[in-house]
């Protein structure tokens, strides 16, 4: 039995999905994803998986969170968000702090993310720094998946998409615009440069002003599911972009992210109506 709002989010999920379905090309194709498999979660088979990041600034809370994490069925994937700590310039500490999430994880993966102020973190850094601090805690070997901002540019990707192979960490590249939803050229742009510079899964986040802006989104994620079979992560943020945090399993995406009590994002919902939802808009598909 759904409770009360899982109900609604489904429905509003299966309305939104059946009025785009009706507007898709008959010969439209989805492309069969090639599963990566990060720590004991299978991304891109099955129903998207959940991240949930963590908000603390300092290691007993952000410990904490992990435990919390860790023990919640729900929760695919631990998102340590180095921007949000209080020592977050302290390579070597964070690198610790890290080792210490991995253990508690208990296989769950860890995925280390410094989001910058230019796309919407919390701290300003500038390329040269960011791109120090991810070669040491690459090298430090705590974490199973990295998020790379892919605005760092060409030659920074390059080295750290390099270094993260030798470590066997998984690469997301990311564009994030907390501002607005660029065109769908430019989103489906973005969307290929980072697969052909390595990323193991794409990554795009745009702030819609209006429906329209969502329904795009979701229309760059259909086309590129069509040519790719690399995982993606795909969202629309804020109120009107949480369709597309439930809905994306039907246009090709393969994540989402969900929280245990602070929303990382504007638009996140709560891990257990988000894995409910997503639980019962997979078994709907399987039906179909």
Not at 26 to 51: D, F, H, M, T, Y
Not at 59 to 65: G, I, N, P, R, Y
Not at 103 to 112: C, D, I, T
Not at 209 to 215: F, G, L, M, Q, Y
């Amino acid at each position: 039995m759904l409770n009360a709002p899982t109900a609604i989010l489904l429905a509003m999920a299966v309305s939104v999905c059946a009025t785009d379905a009706s507007a898709q090309e008959p010969e439209s194709k989805k492309q069969q994803v090639q599963p990566l498999q990060v720590g004991n979660v299978r991304i891109g088979q099955g129903q998207p998986a959940i991240i949930v990041s963590t908000s603390g600034q300092d290691e007993a809370s952000v410990l904490q969170e992990t435990e919390q994490a860790a023990r919640t069925h729900e929760v695919s994937i631990v998102e340590l968000r180095v921007d949000k700590i209080a020592f977050a310039m302290d390579g070597p500490r964070v690198a610790k702090l890290g080792q210490s999430m991995r253990q508690k994880l208990n296989g769950k993966p860890l995925l280390l993310t410094f989001r910058t102020k230019q796309e919407g973190g919390e701290k300003m850094l500038d390329d040269a720094r960011y791109t120090q601090l991810y070669q040491q805690w690459l090298a430090a070997g705590f974490a199973d998946m990295v998020d790379i901002e892919m605005r760092i540019g060409e030659q920074p990707i390059q080295k750290l998409v390099a270094e993260s192979r030798q470590q066997k960490v998984a690469v997301i590249l990311s564009y994030h615009d907390f501002n607005a939803t660029p065109s769908n050229e430019e989103m489906l742009q973005r969307l290929e440069w980072q697969a052909a510079h390595g990323a193991d899964v794409l990554k795009i986040a745009v702030m819609p002003k209006t429906p329209e802006d969502v329904n795009r989104l979701t229309s760059v994620t259909w086309q590129m599911r069509q040519h790719s079979d690399k995982p993606l992560l795909t969202m629309a943020m804020g109120g009107k972009g949480t369709i597309s945090r439930i809905a994306g399993e039907v246009y090709g995406s393969n994540l989402t992210f969900g929280n245990l009590g602070q929303a990382s994002a504007p638009g996140q919902l709560d891990v257990n109506v988000l894995y409910q939802t997503l639980k019962a808009l997979h078994q709907a598909g399987q039906d179909s």
